[in-house]
């Protein structure tokens, strides 16, 4: 029987697999867990060293404890190791990033490569929400977009975000440092595409999105919600924020990316908005 991590973790360490987590995110070449069943701080100690010599190219291993706030910073504690900065790549883009600042969204790896080849030549492109270029670096490498205007709130994710710009040798993001609804205010009529990569709360900004929108606009729509307000929320939300701004949509794809918690779904939702004058004026 080939044995698992766990029983390699627990072999080692001489405690109970039960306890030992099963999931484990890697980035770079530093390792991030959660502790749901262990508190003792010798422990996870233990189970840290046992980690790096199964794994020889982890340098680093962390607890994580929560991402939280407007900036979904994490909380982390180094268990092993002393270095929380690494390059982790990713569908041939590199990100330099520290864990202990700032978090890795791991689970939008399909929704990164999903959206590259819808992009047609010369689109402007809006990234409300960059963080350290998750969208915007691979969307500027792998597409012939005109230009990605990426936003981003957090001063420090900011400053990672210009390094990968760096990294990647990528020439055309224009990225700003700050607020995206703010912004919204001086970038009127521009997008042929917005990603709106954040929750939850995300429907607070469909009205930003739709100002910088440009007529059509294909917009990437990211939330969380209950299984039972599938798909009618989401689609009120939009529907309300179009007609309040004079745009119609149609629907193009709604799909759940990941469960987030019992019963509620991190969604993606992809439409095209089309002001209303114009489709008045074709009729
Ligand atoms: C969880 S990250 C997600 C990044 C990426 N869009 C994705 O989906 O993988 C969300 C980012 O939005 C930023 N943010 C939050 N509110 C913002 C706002 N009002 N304007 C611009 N950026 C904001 C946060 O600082 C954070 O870096």
Redesign the pocket.
Known sequence: MIMGFKQKVAKITGIDAKLIPSGYQIIGDILLLKFMKIKSADKKKKIAEAIVKILPYVKTVCEIREVSG???EPAVDILFGERTETIHTENGIKYRIDVSKI?F?KG?LT??SRIIPMVKEGENIV?????IG??SLGLAKFTKAKEILS????PV?YNFFADNIMLNSVKNINAMQ????MAAMSIKDYADRI?M??FPGTEE?LQYALMMAHSPCTIHF?NIYKTKELWTKPLQQIDCACKRAGMIFKIKTKKKVKSYAPRVWHVAVDFVVTKTTEVKAKQ
């Open positions: 407007e900036f979904r978090m969204s939008n929704e990164r990234d409300m929400f960059a963080g998750y969208f936003i981003e709130k957090n994710a700050g607020d995206c609804a990603i990569g954040y900004f990211h």
